[in-house]
């Protein structure tokens, strides 16, 4: 069968069983945008191509499937790097196809020309530039396996427009010995002599702590990291991209560690003997001071990519390999040293000596009583943005998908929702990009139309991507936003207020420009604004009621709420601060 | 690449050969990670092999920057790149090549020749007032020819970088030195000594 390159590509997306496609077009990529018209791929026009990209990752977020996004060569490429370096600091799976300049004018400065693999080299797992029409199928095919195994990660494909033009025979490679990538080997299981090692240290431990990261979400690791955590009697601590990889409501659960994790996940984590790394990376966010950070603890590391393994912690025990095989693994080292399935161990066996966790546990609990996460919702007196975050928590489903920009609200949304579900949380966490909700949560509502998608925004990311709100009313995809408008650029506020004298420079943004209800409404929403605590819960239900166009809920909240505890940039996590009027964070 | 000076190569440095498809783009992959992780490269030296498909570049990494560990698993996650061969300096055979022109009148043509009959070195080109001189060898020995020559005047000079294959297994076992040296210390002073 005879296809252009362009019908080629369509079709081997449609081979890779890829149902939605977010993207923009544009001249170099206009031949693929032919065969779209005759395909049983959605295309979803967004209004600029970060939208795209964000769009894409929220999709790959919430269903574990690649998330794709189409966009013409040139600025319509260079728009969506700053996805691309998003998902590959959170290790996303995403396909972009990027159209270029024909083959006979790269190098020439042509009319939109911009080398785009040479750009986005070092933020994809791996490019492409295909300069043969006939290449095509198997380079789709190539890129899905790349982005999808392994530590997943983005992944681009640059046609020219000369190449979508051509003609080719069509094929479609049957197996992977047919792609072409030699050096491309991913290692899914561990090496047994250290999973037993593991297994021992796990029994030996007194005040051990399974330190889970997103690794977990991305290996479909959660039931076992349960069952891991159930047999043990380990507690866990979900990091920033794991939320909702363990239930919040789990007794086992500490939640969030780092820089604004709750007092117990990290002074649990400092004064623990064994930490238990699963697919996180020592981020300097967890970490704080590395070399203050959990003085006393032995690692064991596991992440399926090797790199990461040492990078910035020495591990005892490390073992490369994916998360869900590694606890399988893992999970059968511990029955054969006779630690049983319900945590029961056999007399005579290693396991029969294991410490008793009951003082360590009573520890925790007693950091929970005394150091719990907290705020003062004052009647009358300013709205608290944890309340807005605890309430819409109360009123919508267990199930419902969050998804955040980045500053103060992400972090309110982090430690006061209560994640009971894999999947349900979506956030930039490794590269913080703000602007990334409103975009992301289109891509998991368009994902997971079944499920109810609250986006919880700043006023300054809302600012930076609303106009996708636009594709959202088009599309007719109906998510949700609550914005907590505190007029600043809140999260640098609170950094000048406590480590710049509060010299506030470059961070008021206004409450009332723009009028955020109108804006919705231009855009096809419905608009509301809330400025009182009692208004919270109607405007929610109200917001809740709506399933055929988007809703945005304008939050006039407290300017001045911080976000707490703190662990200041490069302290140890010794150093926390719990709440205001304690040490320097105290004003 | 540093200042002439240093081209024997830093104290830690450490020699990974690393066999990439051979692709457009791939050097300034393998080039790009470097600078992106802040490794530092000494010398790298690129060169199709015997299968076509591949390419092998030679890289000497100075190993102060980051844990050699470190610069092979970033290297490998390279979806390019299909083998690593780190080699310590002690486990290689490395050699280099050397091209200079340097300044030699008449009253300098005859010392010239000499200093190049002493190091197996050729002459590959006269002229008036310079002569071009080719070396190959360890890239010690390179230096000392360096640094003898640039008395002369220098008038270009260009080094390709170190090549490296590991080795060999020895099949008689060598004596330990009287000074009580390792057997590896044996096993290089033999090599250099090969070498000059």
Known sequence: MRLTGAQALIKSLEMQGVEVIFGLPGGAILPVYDPILDSSIRHILVRHEQGAGHAAEGYAHVTGRPGVAMVTSGPGATNIVTPLADAAMDSIPMVVITGQVPTTAIGTDAFQECPITGVTMDITKHNWLVTDAQDLPRVVAEAFHVATTGRPGPVLVDVPKDVSNNQMDWYWPSSLDELDLPGYRPQTEGDPIEVAKAARLILQAERPVIYAGGGILKARAADVLRQLAERTGIPVVTTLMARGAFPDSHALCLGMPGMHGNYTAVTAMQRSDLLIALGSRFDDRVTGKVSAFAPDAKVIHVDIDPAELGKVRRADVAIGGDCRVVIEELLSALTDLGLDTGGTTSAGTRAASKPDLGPWRAQIHEWQERFPLAYHQEDGGALKPQFVVETLRDSTPDDTIVVSGVGQHQMWASQYWKFEYPYTWVNSGGAGTMGFAVPAAIGAKVGRPDKMVWAIDGDGCFQMTAQELVTASAERIPVKVAILNNAYLGMVRQWQELFYEERYSEVYLSPDLPDYVKWAEAMGCVGLKVESAEEVLPAIEKANSIDDRPVVIDFRTDAFEKVYPMVPAGSSNDDIIVGPGQGEGGR | ?196
């Open chain 2, 1 to 196: 690449m540093t200042s002439m000076s240093t081209y024997g190569g830093p104290l830690r440095h450490h020699i990974v050969t690393v066999t990439v498809e051979n692709k457009s783009g791939v050097l300034a992959r393998v080039a790009s990670l470097f600078s992106r992780r802040g490794f530092n490269i000494f010398s790298l030296a690129v060169a199709p092999t015997d299968d076509e498909r591949f390419s092998r570049i030679t890289i000497v990494v100075d190993v102060e920057s980051a844990p050699l560990e470190q610069i092979i698993r970033q290297l490998d996650k390279l979806v390019n790149v299909v083998s690593i061969t780190e080699l310590a300096p002690e486990a290689a055979t490395e050699r280099e090549l050397l091209l200079a022109t340097v300044q030699a009148g008449p009253a300098e043509r005859g010392q010239v020749i000499q200093l190049v009959g002493v190091f197996e070195g050729k002459i590959i080109d006269v002229g008036t007032d310079a002569m071009t001189i080719m070396l190959a060898g360890a890239p010690n020995k390179i230096d000392d020819f360096e640094s003898l020559l640039r008395p002369f005047g220098i008038v270009e000079l260009q080094r390709t970088g170190r090549v490296a294959l590991p080795k060999l297994a020895r099949r008689t076992t060598r004596l330990r030195s009287i000074a009580g040296g390792t057997e590896d210390d044996a096993v290089q002073g033999r090599t250099s000594d090969e070498a000059g």
